[in-house]
């Protein structure tokens, strides 16, 4: 009577169970890869929307400077104007003429200073756009040769990989047939007899038997070390790749930067230029005007000393009449105060304008830095929340690399047992062939 074979113990998976496992450990890992591949589009986007804010904000930045800018370049040509007809103005008579008043502010002073430092900063920005440019350019050099050496090293580690794989495949074949060829079994008595037999081989497959356990365990070892050493490469490649496309990135910024810069400044130099013929033709018609006027009073002026010929010639003949022209006069004296006195209000409310005018300007430069300091109060909070996510998801990703590397701790278990399973295959062979052979000696 011959023994049905040994069923594998059940904590032991056979072969054809290990390729499903095996497949779904792939899928898995695709999976994972996936997920990888979608945060970093996440995160993609969340740096271009953080982008465009930092570039609204500096749009608004602009904006700001330029109405500043303007409003200075308004105030300086007024009061150069006003200074310029207040020194054309020419000197009459101690009669006619009045002194007014001259305001002196040191805002001026200031504005031009102002002025002379952002035309200083506007030709520092080149330079230091060139600067930049240089120092990207040998950062993506470096990165570029980094890239290549992991490159090669990738490749190196593929190709030994990829002969460890067909070896650890020579030797699952060499497992599969070893069990393909496993006989059924042997009765009680042949099995007892071939044992007694088979005991003083034991030592040799016993040591044959550890020595390819350690051969399977090296190998084993160096293909984890190896897959290990992929996912280093992989990943240090990825670093450079972002490195680079980062610098890239900021190149290209600073390049728009630059353009930026350049087009304001032409933006500028032509607003001045419109803004500086605006004024001289307003000069010119002031200057005209003017001239126009004092011919009006000489005119009048004349018209004036011909009446007062004609009174003094009349006063001999008429002391009624002069008297009567002498309370005429300083009735036209006391409307003279009256519009003189009249000139000076409308010249204080003027600069009371000009104050107010002044206080909503500064009033709407506040509102505009309380709406500045606010953006850049819910660009922080943006950042730290997107830092938070990134950091859950980086746990994630850890979680995930411990399951797997689990899940890879299990397939090894079970590689184990399935060795262990063919050594007693072999060993129930060997002594299968020695109970037939005494069978066919005892015969």
């Known amino acids: ?23 779904d450990q792939s899928q898995y890992i695709n999976h994972l890869e996936a997920e990888v591949k979608f945060c970093k589009e996440e995160l993609s986007g969340m740096k271009d929307q953080v982008q465009a804010v930092v570039l609204e904000n500096e749009e608004l930045h602009q904006k700001l400077k330029y109405l500043t800018a303007e409003y200075t370049l308004r105030e300086q040509t007024l009061l150069d104007a006003s200074a310029n007809t207040q020194n054309s103005q020419p000197l009459g008579g101690n009669d006619c003429s009045t002194p007014q008043p001259v305001t002196v502010s040191q805002a001026p002073n200031k504005d031009q200073a102002s002025l002379t430092a952002a035309a200083t900063d506007l030709l520092k920005w080149p330079l230091e756009l060139e600067n930049l440019k240089l120092l990207y350019q040998e950062k993506v050099n470096i990165l570029d040769a980094q890239v290549q050496s992991l490159r090669k090293d990738l490749s190196e580690s593929q190709k030994t990989c990829k002969d460890l794989e067909g070896r650890l495949k020579h030797q699952k074949s060499l497992i599969a047939a070893t069990n393909a060829s496993r006989v059924g079994g042997l009765c009680l008595k042949c099995a007892q007899h071939e044992a007694v037999l088979a005991q003083t081989h034991c030592n040799v497959h016993v040591q044959t038997i550890e020595r390819l356990t350690k051969e399977r365990d090296d190998l084993m070892d160096a293909l984890v070390s190896l897959r290990k050493n992929m996912k280093d490469m992989h990943q240090r490649e990825s670093n450079a790749c972002k490195q680079v496309e980062h610098a890239v990135q900021m190149a290209e910024e600073a ?43 000489r005119e009048e002026m004349k018209k004036e000393r011909e009446n007062l010929a004609a009174m ?41 304008e000009m104050n107010k005018v002044c206080g909503e300007m500064r009033y709407q430069l506040n509102q ?76």
Not at 1 to 17: F, I, M
């Open 255 to 297: 390049n728009l930067e630059k353009t930026k810069a350049l087009v304001h400044c032409e933006q500028l130099k032509s607003e001045m230029e419109r803004q500086r013929n605006c004024l001289e033709r307003e000069l010119a018609a002031q200057l005209n005007k003017r001239a126009n006027e004092r011919e009006a009073v």
């Open 1 to 23: 009577l011959q023994k049905p074979p040994e069923p594998v113990p059940g904590d032991l998976p056979a072969l054809s169970d290990l390729v499903p496992i095996i497949h």
């Open 368 to 443: 505009t830095k309380m709406k500045k300091d606010e953006a850049e109060k819910e660009l922080r909070e943006y950042r730290t929340k997107t830092i938070r996510e990134l950091e859950i998801k980086d746990q994630k990703i850890e979680k995930l690399g411990l399951e797997l590397n689990g899940s890879k701790q299990r397939l090894e278990q079970a590689q184990q047992d399935v060795t262990g399973a063919r050594e007693e295959c072999l060993k129930l062979a060997e002594l299968l062939s020695k109970s037939e052979h005494q069978l066919h000696l005892t015969r």
């Open 312 to 352: 003094v010639t009349a006063l001999s003949e008429d002391v009624a009449v002069l008297e009567a022209q002498v309370k005429k006069i300083t009735s036209e004296k006391k409307q003279l105060v009256n519009q003189l006195e009249e000139s000076q209000h409308q010249l204080a409310s003027h600069e009371m």
